[in-house]
């Protein structure tokens, strides 16, 4: 099923939309001003930021519908293009962009604010792409020569929170635009408590190409367990852990419109 949504989205373009186009003035003016919402639900959540793309919301339905998710959390994040680039991305720029957000080696040592603990910390402490969950064999980073339609990676990363799990990435590039997904295949803990069962996280990032910048959306969902607690203290990581893949991302976009000069 998740293919055949994302088949959709393979056959669309954003080419042309802008910012009011996707997430309406309000939204677009919020963004401009240089707020980043963060917006965290646990009661029948449901996606109050998200883009009006129509295979990114038919894809959040169907994995909240088959999820069920008690925690949701979801964020906005605008990148400005560089002034040399286009107003649409360049084949090389797409390409440079794709492989940055492939290379997951890059996210061992990400930064986040723990706010339990009122400072930053390390979010993963090891990253790496491995060639099968059973077999955990550690593998570069992949470099395309252009993106592929649709990938799935495996990763092996060590969160300092949750511990040392294994997730599927799967990703998704249309002209101008790009998605990829997060699952947990291992069950994630917080000391000897299991938190979220195996496949019970699912995490969406959108990159949208619109005019001079690229809109990023990102929203986390997930079936918590039912310990008095729990659902918020793992919304508020969430929460933390968006702005440092927002972080991230922006770092990687850096590198891929300088490298594409």
Do not use: C
């Not at 990253?127 to 470099?143: A, G, Q, Y």
């Amino acid at each position: 099923m998740l293919v055949s949504i994302l088949g959709v989205f393979i056959g669309m373009n954003v080419s042309g939309y802008s910012l009011e186009d996707l997430i309406g003035r309000e939204q677009a003016n919020t963004l401009l001003s240089g707020e980043k919402p963060v917006l965290a639900q646990f009661k029948d959540p449901r996606p109050q930021l998200a883009p009006r793309y129509e295979a990114l919301n038919g894809l959040i339905e169907k994995i909240r519908a088959d999820l069920e998710p008690n925690v949701m959390v979801e964020t906005l994040h605008i990148y400005k293009k560089p002034p040399e680039a286009g107003r649409s991305l360049s084949n090389t720029e797409m390409t440079a962009l794709f492989n940055g957000i492939t290379a997951l080696s890059t996210l061992r040592g990400l930064q986040y604010f723990s706010a339990s603990r009122g400072r930053m910390r390390t979010l993963y402490e090891t990253s790496s792409v491995i060639d099968e969950p059973s077999t955990k064999k550690p593998l570069p980073d992949p470099v395309y020569s252009s993106p592929p339609a649709d990938l799935s990676l495996y990763a092996r990363q060590k969160d300092l929170s949750f511990g040392d799990n294994i997730y599927q990435y799967s990703y998704f590039t249309a002209p101008e635009a790009m998605i990829f997904t997060q699952q947990n295949l291992t069950t994630l803990t917080l000391g000897i408590i299991p938190a979220v069962s195996k496949n019970k996280l699912h995490s969406i990032v959108a990159i949208l190409d619109t005019e001079d910048y690229l809109l990023v959306y990102a929203v986390s969902m997930a079936k918590a367990a039912s310990f008095p607690g729990m659902k918020e203290r793992i919304g508020t990581s969430f929460a933390n852990r968006a702005e440092a893949i927002i972080h991230w991302f922006s770092d990687q976009a850096d590198k891929a419109f300088a490298s594409a000069d």
